[in-house]
T-cell receptor, first 116, second 111 residues
Framework: GAVVSQHPSRVICKSGTSVKIECRSL??????MFWYRQFPKQSLMLMAT?????????EQGVEKDKFLINHASLTLSTLTVTSAHPEDSSFYIC????????????FGPGTRLTVL | AQRVTQPEKLLSVFKGAPVELKCNYS??????LFWYVQYSRQRLQLLLR??SRESIKGFTADLNKGETSFHLKKPFAQEEDSAMYYC?????????????FGTGTLLAVQP
């Protein structure tokens, strides 16, 4: 298999607080992890690409100081939404690709963030 | 600009009818195209990719470079095919493993 988990599955927070979302590859080593954002009834938009042990590469228009990504190990990447605001409310999805097999991404179940 | 277009938000067919989910792309290099599927309350998963030229669950997709299309087809739809289908393009931004997704088509197969 190739299972990717995300935690939490759902989080509600107050405006101004920070929220951390974890993405784990459970049964394989993920050299690269990706973070996506999905608005209701819209497509997945790539936010950043994260390689283990190096800084994440952010897509144009994504604030790196707002969305902090850490990929400290081959099985874990975290996305921290800092000073969250209601407009950050969205569905965040991570994916991971196996070492040496870069053309397939395995997706997590997503995290629903609601900022009040 | 690199782009994936899925013109239909919703496609409703009856069981046993043929299905064609349209996907067009815009890409300056040699793209890799994929179809991902998301069943109700499940995560996104890969259905098929053009380089494999395989048939998965009865679905096939042929890359037509002349028409820049990668339409997904199935001759006889089943109720369990009802799901959200996303066409995706790899290779944009100079990185072969980054994906850009279309907006998705919801396939509803009626009994």
């Amino acid at each position: 298999g190739a299972v990717v988990s995300q935690h939490p599955s759902r989080v509600i927070c107050k405006s101004g607080t920070s929220v951390k979302i974890e993405c784990r590859s459970l049964d394989f080593q993920a050299t690269t992890m990706f973070w996506y954002r999905q608005f209701p009834k819209q497509s997945l938009m790539l936010m950043a690409t994260s390689n283990e042990g190096s800084k994440a590469t952010y897509e144009q228009g994504v604030e790196k100081d707002k969305f902090l990504i850490n990929h400290a190990s081959l099985t874990l990447s975290t996305l921290t939404v800092t000073s969250a605001h209601p407009e950050d409310s969205s569905f965040y999805i991570c994916s991971a690709s196996k070492a040496g097999i870069t053309d397939t991404q395995y997706f997590g179940p997503g995290t629903r963030l609601t900022v009040l | 600009a690199q782009r994936v277009t899925q013109p239909e938000k919703l496609l409703s067919v009856f069981k046993g009818a043929p299905v064609e989910l349209k996907c067009n792309y815009s890409y300056s290099g040699s793209p890799e195209l994929f179809w991902y599927v998301q069943y109700s309350r499940q995560r996104l998963q890969l259905l098929l990719r053009h380089i494999s030229r395989e048939s998965i669950k009865g679905f096939t997709a042929d890359l037509n470079k002349g028409e820049t299309s990668f339409h997904l087809k199935k001759p006889f739809a089943q109720e369990e095919d009802s799901a959200m289908y996303y066409c995706a393009l790899s290779g944009y931004g100079g990185a072969t493993n980054k994906l850009i997704f279309g907006t998705g088509t919801l396939l509803a197969v009626q009994p």
